[in-house]
Nanobody, 115 residues
Framework: QVQLVESGGGLVQAGGSLRLSCAASRRDFSINTMAWYRQSPGNQRELVASVTRGGDTNYADFVKGRFTISRDNTKNTVYLQMNSLKPEDTGVYYC?????????WGQGTQVTVSS
């Protein structure tokens, strides 16, 4: 069973930056798209950004121009660089690895942006 280990969350002031990382516990060649989702209290989990094995990226409108997703296929790791953070970016961020089978999910990391 592959586990995803997230790191990099925390508390930051508005306008600041954070970098999230998510690594698989072992190599899994069935993994294709990697993504980040987030969930804030009272809201559904929503897609933030995704990146395919080939490097094609997709961003939610609310993070375009501020967040950058990237991946290292040799390490089965995905990153999310978050700049110009806003209080509304506060929430639990989850990494997600899509594969030929059930998705893998991280345990979630808290991001809190103070005004």
């Amino acid at each position: 069973q592959v586990q995803l280990v997230e790191s990099g969350g925390g508390l930051v002031q508005a306008g600041g930056s954070l970098r999230l990382s998510c690594a698989a516990s072992r190599r899994d060649f069935s993994i294709n798209t990697m993504a980040w989702y987030r969930q804030s209290p009272g809201n559904q989990r929503e897609l933030v950004a995704s990146v395919t094995r080939g490097g094609d990226t997709n961003y939610a409108d609310f993070v375009k121009g501020r967040f950058t997703i990237s991946r290292d296929n040799t390490k089965n790791t995905v990153y999310l660089q978050m700049n110009s953070l806003k209080p509304e970016d506060t929430g639990v961020y989850y990494c997600n690895f899509k594969r030929f089978g059930p998705d893998y999910w991280g345990q979630g990391t808290q991001v809190t942006v103070s005004s």
